[in-house]
């Protein structure tokens, strides 16, 4: 069982280059949300999906974009890097809260991404 | 806006030692969660608190939830090096207009060493 999968682990990327994170589960989980993570802010919330075709914005969505064709995946794309951009991001998915669950997050091992 | 703080954010401590790390935040809610991050490694679940009162033990880590004060705390009972890592708090809201998903708010996480 794999898991939460990302890839790349690591890129760099020049301002203005775009790119796409691709994040996939086999888990079945309908939830799934990208974070990103920044020395001394913890993880914040980027965006997320309750299923496939549905997205919406989390904390900070400006300069990404998300797309949910099939349960499994859920790439985050960089439309024009900018170095504010450089951070590890984070997929996580866990079951919808409207079954009987914990709601915990299952985390990928993250992808480290420099902008110069 | 939920916010979430973490205290303190840098603990040294010696093994054998005895401490505790804060969770406070500032709206209602019943549903809480601590990770642990190793350097540059992925989150992992430690404990699921869902009610008023929660108690949940795993070795050397105990955590509780206080609804009331909205307050959490992770008890740290005679540290052992391979519990030096990073720890999150993470705190639930429910939101109806969230396709009855939870958003989770991160706190800015407490890097803990422990020492020999």
């Known amino acids: 069982n794999a898991g939460v999968t990302q890839t790349p682990k690591f890129q760099v990327l020049k301002t203005g280059q775009s790119m796409t994170l691709q994040c996939a589960q086999d888990?079945?989980?309908?939830?799934m949300s990208w974070y990103r993570q920044d020395p001394g802010m913890g993880l914040r919330l980027i965006h997320y999906?309750?299923?496939?075709?549905?997205?919406d914005q989390g904390e900070v969505p400006n300069g990404y974009n998300v797309s949910r064709s099939t349960t499994e995946d859920f790439p985050l794309r960089l439309l024009s890097a900018a170095p504010s951009q450089t951070s590890v991001y984070f997929c996580?998915?866990?079951?919808?809260?409207?079954?009987?669950?914990?709601?915990?997050?299952?985390f990928g091992e993250g992808s480290r991404l420099t902008v110069l | 806006e939920l916010k979430v703080e973490q205290n303190p954010l840098f603990l040294s401590m010696q093994e054998g030692k005895n401490y505790t790390i804060y969770c406070n935040y500032s709206?209602?809610?019943?549903?809480l969660y601590w990770y642990r991050q190793d350097p540059g490694k992925s989150l992992e679940s430690l404990f699921v608190?869902?009610?008023?009162?929660a108690v949940k033990q795993e070795g050397r880590l105990m955590a509780s939830l206080d609804t009331k004060a909205r307050l959490s705390t992770l008890h740290i009972t005679a540290a052992v090096h391979d519990l030096s890592a990073t720890y999150f708090c993470?705190?639930?809201?429910?939101?109806?207009?969230?396709?009855?998903?939870?958003?989770?708010?991160f706190g800015t996480g407490t890097r803990l060493t422990i020492i020999p």
């Open positions: 608190l869902l009610s008023n009162g």
């Open positions: 996580a998915s866990s079951y919808s809260s409207w079954r009987i669950n914990t709601g915990e997050l299952f």
């Open positions: 999906s309750v299923g496939a075709g549905i997205t």
């Open positions: 993470a705190v639930a809201l429910y939101l109806i207009s969230n396709f009855g998903n939870e958003k989770l708010t």
């Open positions: 709206t209602t809610s019943d549903r």
């Open positions: 888990m079945n989980h309908e939830y």
